[in-house]
Nanobody, 126 residues
């Protein structure tokens, strides 16, 4: 019943922007912290950004701070990742994930997330 569907990926030149969306269904969306992770070919999945249930707490990996912004619209059951000033190093498949939490917290640990989307490809040309 739980489904997370990412969209918004694509091909952009370095310095450009993309906005990823993740629409959730089959869950009580406001009970879940949400996260974005990414995985490049041949590399391990890595944390990108996370946001607490209310949107009041966010964390980012150092390499995207100041460039990426995570946000959520609980009325639309959707979490977003605004990506600006994209670099070639940002090229990866981006995954949305949901973590049921009892408190308004956010987590950077992939193994804490119960549900995952299928991913959306982001390709940044140098």
């Amino acid at each position: 019943q739980v489904q997370l569907v990412e969209s918004g990926g694509g091909f952009v030149q370095a310095g450009g922007s993309l906005r990823l969306s993740c629409a959730a269904s089959g869950v009580t969306f406001r009970s879940y912290a949400m996260g974005w992770f990414r995985q490049a070919p041949g590399k391990e999945r890595e944390f990108v950004a996370t946001i607490s249930r209310s949107g009041g707490t966010t964390y980012y990996r150092d390499s995207v701070k100041g460039r990426f912004t995570i946000s959520r619209d609980n009325a639309k059951n959707t979490v977003y990742l605004q990506m600006n000033s994209l670099k070639a190093e940002d090229t990866a498949v981006y995954y949305c994930a949901a973590d049921l939490t009892l408190a308004d917290i956010a987590t950077m640990s992939a193994d804490q997330y119960e549900y995952w989307g299928q991913g959306t490809q982001v390709t940044v040309s140098s």
